[in-house]
């Protein structure tokens, strides 16, 4: 069964209700700590904070609500809402819907990490302790502010408010001054996903930070940092593997994700937004053979989207809601697979409240939603597809 634009209209219009409800706020997958009774008993050190997290995380029902986990705000999440909503607008030309989105944009700047920091950042509402760092709640880091970004050159677009342009011109010089540089050669540049110590070279920060900076070049007809962009962006496609897929680490051997869905989503779509940005193809085979990974390997016949290019349960809404936003743009050479994709998810992951569903198990389904990355994520996916669709 097809998916057309009226039932995607009707969808956007529960899910953005449900999320109003919300007043925007929600759990999110990794915030274990932010439970009162799990921080006092495990957030002592690495390896308790590391059993709390994951095991939240990896419950078969949502936890949070018992253990008192407050619903909070996400920078990255509200960013997502306010896209979708300026792709809505696109369709509708509805004033509400820009409206809205910009209200978002300024709760995304009351929302900026505190501290002394050498321009605007974000990060998450909640500690995170993962196997290379821990975060203090706030703690800013790469892609968090990278996603705010876009919003804020989204809104420039339509707008021309140049207050979203600094925002962002500010935020160039958190990511260039405040992340660790981990490698930095001539042609080449990796930074950290925080400004912090670490090793870990995580592969889709480099280009997003590249991307970020492209387009604000691109819009505000400056050309400052683009070499630097050049060779953030040339980082990560000197890390593509001879059969054109992506590890999520660089070496693969720090993280035990290996070529997952969502993060080569992420790549593919920065990558895109970079040469259209510059006008420079020189990466377009990269691009292409990237893309065919995607689709080969991390997408089941039915639609569903697989973990990892060998595993494929569980079906993450987020990876659904990726591979929508990605091959939307490619129904030419992959005619009819973000369709495909988002009737599994409308048919498997949906509830008609308004609710995306986190998690497709093998045996189970996880049922409950975390608004940032299962409303969020469908906001920008179905947003994006319902615009493309209008203007092609």
């Excluded at 253990?67 to 509708?92: I, Q, T």
């Excluded at 889709?204 to 970020?212: E, F, R």
Aim: hydrophobic share 35%.
């Amino acid at each position: 069964m097809s998916v057309d634009n009226s039932e995607i209209e009707r969808v956007l219009n529960q899910l953005y209700h449900y999320s109003r409800q919300q007043q925007w706020r929600g759990h999110n997958k990794h915030d274990g700590l932010n439970s009162p009774l799990l921080r006092a008993t495990l957030g002592w050190s690495k390896w308790p904070r590391l059993i709390a997290i994951q095991g939240v995380m990896r419950a078969p029902v949502n936890l949070r609500p018992l253990l008192l986990n407050p619903k909070v705000y996400n920078p990255k999440g509200l960013a997502l809402f306010a896209m979708g909503l300026f792709d809505r607008y696109r369709v509708s030309n509805d004033p509400q819907q820009r409206a809205e989105a910009e209200q978002l944009l300024a709760l995304i700047e009351q929302n900026r990490s505190p501290g002394e920091w050498s321009g605007a950042c974000w990060g998450y509402h909640y500690p995170w302790q993962d196997p290379g760092f821990y975060a203090p709640t706030n703690t800013p880091n790469a892609v968090v502010s990278c996603f705010v970004c876009e919003a804020l050159l989204d809104g420039y677009r339509l707008t021309q408010n140049n207050h979203y342009l600094e925002t962002v011109a500010s935020t160039i010089q958190f990511l260039l001054n405040d992340l660790t540089p981990l490698k930095d050669q001539d042609d080449e540049l990796c930074l950290g996903y925080m400004p912090m110590p670490m090793s870990m070279r995580v592969m889709d920060v480099s280009i997003l930070i590249g991307t970020v900076i492209a387009q604000y070049n691109a819009l505000s007809g400056v050309s400052e940092h683009q070499q630097t962009a050049e060779r953030l962006v040339r980082y990560v496609i000197n890390q593509q593997t001879d059969y054109h897929a992506w590890w999520y680490t660089d070496p693969p051997t720090d993280s035990r994700i290996s070529h997952d869905n969502y993060h080569t989503g992420f790549i593919l779509d920065a990558l895109q937004r970079y040469m259209d940005a510059t006008g420079d193809y020189q990466w377009q085979q990269n691009y292409d053979d990237g893309l065919k990974f995607y689709a080969d390997k991390l997408f089941n016949d039915d639609g569903s989207p697989r973990w990892m290019h060998d595993v494929d349960f569980p079906h993450d809404i987020h990876g659904a809601a990726q591979g929508i936003l990605t091959f939307s743009r490619h129904g030419e050479a992959y005619p009819g697979l973000a369709e495909k994709i988002t009737r599994w998810t409308l048919d498997n992951m949906y509830h008609p409240e308004g609710r995306f569903y986190y998690q497709q198990t093998k045996h189970y389904t996880k049922r409950f939603t975390l608004l940032r990355w299962c409303n969020g994520w469908m906001a920008r996916a179905l947003g994006s597809q319902q615009q493309l669709a209008n203007n092609p």
